[in-house]
């Protein structure tokens, strides 16, 4: 079992910066597969970033490319999402989620492990 605790969230202005941080607990992150979805108001919840484990393969949503960044910690059994140019679109809940997959899943049902959730909300 892996248990995921997300936080980082909060209100910033468009244009502004976050950095979400994924604490993972129970199992080492270094054998899984690390994403992050978000769901926004009234929308289903939908892949943002993941990050592969073993040779560390990374993929995004097009609207998100250039402006995230998801990288991991491994030593300290964590994962990040770097926010950056953010637009009022990006506001949503972001969840972190883990699977075995040895790719970079885009699949929300391939992931086995999920968080709780953070809130970011953009203004503009």
């Known amino acids: 079992q892996v248990q995921l605790v997300e936080s980082g969230g909060g209100l910033v202005q468009a244009g502004g910066s976050l950095r979400l941080s994924c604490a993972a607990s129970g199992r080492t992150i270094s054998s899984y597969t690390m994403g992050w979805f978000r769901q926004a108001p009234g929308k289903e919840r939908a892949f943002v970033a993941a990050n592969s484990w073993g040779i560390g393969t990374t993929s995004y949503i097009d609207s998100v490319k250039g402006r995230f960044t998801i990288s991991r910690d491994n030593a300290k059994n964590t994962v990040y999402l770097q926010m950056n140019s953010l637009k009022p679109e990006d506001t949503a809940v972001y969840y972190c989620?883990?699977?075995?997959?040895?790719?970079?899943?885009?699949?929300?049902?391939?992931?086995?492990?999920w968080g709780q959730g953070t809130q970011v909300t953009v203004s503009s």
């Open positions: 989620a883990a699977t075995t997959d040895f790719r970079a899943s885009r699949l929300q049902y391939e992931y086995n492990y």
